[in-house]
């Protein structure tokens, strides 16, 4: 028999609590006419039949006996059942249950057994009713969220008081002194602080143009750890920065968009022991790369004056970076991502774990062609050629290429 049970009916008043309705009924609404309605509510309740009443009366009394017990909770609330009237050729009338309702909150949440949950609740909504009660209907919207950070809140509370105290402070994190609140704090919660501060602050406090916990510290005015932009020289003539220094340098990005170096060819690598290992080359230089990190080379107008050469693994990530690094500089070019230098390497292919999928737009026809290949498998199933595996021979032979391709280019 599929007649609905205890364990079903406790089944659909989780689904309120999963879904966080039962609680976001104890958050007072800012508007008179926008208070909840959930109940009373009727639960679906499967019954048996007419015929099965008829033919199978003692199953129904022991399904109706287990259901009235499951609705009385003992001394406490829990469902309420309505019966209706059936009469039986035998047994004569009896009162069969027709429909299951909960009449209130406190109803469901002794069903459950969530009555010492809801007292927490109340407590944080209270604590955020006293002092921010703009954040009532983010706790409204995510009161399991706010509930399992019970512990933070007060101190989250603080942080928001703070940031609103002090708007785009221009300071770091581990300047802000606030008892019980360090950077580490703010920093594990960068997430569920960007959702309150944009609620609170005012549009002039909050740079729209950022995005992520990443740029939380850009978003609200704090002073971010400098991004650092690593190279090296590849002409032993170029200034050194200081004199004398060795090649491989670090700079922040400001000053690396500052530079201002006889440079002609820029080289951008993602592997380590490759941008070590750089051939020497009149003229140029080579970066150290970070995946899908462009927006530090961004503010570098003067890259835009010189050839750009970006070398990756060829795989559909390596062809994905590319795309990204030609959204900020179209003139980029690719080095040793073709198809005849992963055929020349076949002994050494590898196998891509998740290629990704999605159209390239900014890839060359040559490149498209041999991404298509690649997210296609026609070349075999996920191919890659890892950058470090290219034999050093073909890196000095298509550095040699571009050197006669730009002999007699303006300086």
């Not at 009727?42 to 499951?70: C, G, K, N, Y």
């Not at 299951?100 to 927490?120: N, T, Y």
């Not at 928001?160 to 785009?168: E, K």
């Not at 609620?199 to 971010?224: E, M, N, W």
């Amino acid at each position: 028999m599929n007649w609905t049970t205890h364990t079903d009916l406790r089944a659909q008043v989780q689904k309120l609590w999963d879904k966080g309705e039962l609680l976001a009924e104890l958050v007072p609404r800012q508007e008179p006419d926008a208070q909840a309605t959930l109940f009373p509510r009727r639960l679906r309740l499967v019954a048996p039949s007419s015929t099965e009443l008829a033919e199978r009366f003692d199953d129904v009394r022991a399904w109706m006996a287990a259901l009235r017990q499951s609705a009385a909770g003992g001394d406490t609330r829990g469902y309420r059942l309505v019966l209706r009237e059936f009469r039986h050729r035998v047994m004569g009338t009896n009162a069969v249950p027709d429909e299951v309702w909960l009449d209130s909150l406190e109803d469901a949440l002794v069903v459950l057994g969530k009555q010492r949950d809801a007292k927490r609740f109340v407590d944080l909504v209270q604590l955020t009713w006293a002092q921010q009660p703009a954040l009532l209907p983010w706790l409204a919207k995510r009161p399991l969220h706010a509930l399992a950070m019970l512990d933070a809140w007060a101190r989250l509370l603080q942080v928001v008081a703070w940031v609103q105290a002090h708007p785009r402070p221009g300071i770091y994190l581990r300047q802000v002194d606030l008892a019980g609140v360090d950077s580490k704090f703010i920093e594990a919660h960068r997430g569920v602080l960007m959702e309150l501060l944009d609620l609170v602050l005012p549009p002039a406090a909050i740079d729209h143009t950022t995005g992520g916990v990443s740029q939380f510290c850009r978003r609200y005015g704090f002073k971010d750890k400098p991004l650092r932009i690593r190279f090296r020289l590849l002409d032993a003539t170029t200034p050194r920065l200081p004199p004398a220094s060795d090649a491989d340098i670090s700079l922040t990005q400001a000053d690396f968009e500052r530079l201002d170096l006889p440079v002609r060819h820029v080289f951008i690598t993602e592997n380590e022991v490759n941008f070590l290992v750089f051939p020497p080359l009149a003229s140029s230089m080579v970066i150290f790369g970070a995946g899908y990190g462009f927006e530090a080379l961004t503010g570098a107008q003067w890259l835009h004056q010189c050839s750009l050469h970006y070398w990756g693994d060829i795989d559909t990530h390596g062809f994905a970076i590319l795309d990204q690094l030609r959204a900020h500089f179209p003139h980029a070019h690719s080095l040793l991502m073709d198809k005849d230098t992963l055929t020349a390497h076949a002994t050494h292919w590898g196998h891509e774990p998740q290629p990704t999928l999605r159209e390239l737009p900014r890839l060359t026809t040559d490149e498209a062609a041999l991404f298509d290949d690649l997210r296609s498998n026609r070349l075999g199933q996920a191919v890659r050629l890892e950058q470090e595996r290219v034999g050093f021979c073909h890196v000095r032979k298509a550095l040699s290429g571009l050197l006669l391709e730009h002999v007699g280019a303006p300086k």
